[in-house]
Nanobody, 114 residues
Framework: QVQLVESGGGLVQPGGSLRLSCAVSESLGSFDDMGWHRQAPGKERELVVSVTRGGRRNYADSVKGRFSISRDNARNTVYLQMNSLKQEDTAVYYC????????WGQGTQVTVSS
């Protein structure tokens, strides 16, 4: 069973930055794609960013130019760098990896508020 553990969430002021981490129990090279989703209160879960095995990235329009996904294969860890945060970025952020099916972490809360 693949396990994912997110960390790095918290409270940040508008305009601030956070970096989320997602530690995966298996080699990142095992998966077809990976990325991050988020779910705000009262809203459906939405894609933030995905990256394929070949490195093709797909960002939601709302985060383009502000968020960046990266990976450390040696650490089996996926990162989400979030800059210029806005109140509307407040949500629980979930990382996932996909091989035949998707595996999800437990989520980490990000709150953007002054």
């Amino acid at each position: 069973q693949v396990q994912l553990v997110e960390s790095g969430g918290g409270l940040v002021q508008p305009g601030g930055s956070l970096r989320l981490s997602c530690a995966v129990s298996e080699s990142l090279g095992s998966f077809d794609d990976m990325g991050w989703h988020r779910q705000a209160p009262g809203k459906e879960r939405e894609l933030v960013v995905s990256v394929t095995r070949g490195g093709r990235r797909n960002y939601a329009d709302s985060v383009k130019g502000r968020f960046s996904i990266s990976r450390d294969n040696a650490r089996n860890t996926v990162y989400l760098q979030m800059n210029s945060l806005k109140q509307e970025d407040t949500a629980v952020y979930y990382c996932y990896v996909t091989l035949y099916r998707s595996y999800w972490g437990q989520g980490t809360q990000v709150t953007v508020s002054s």
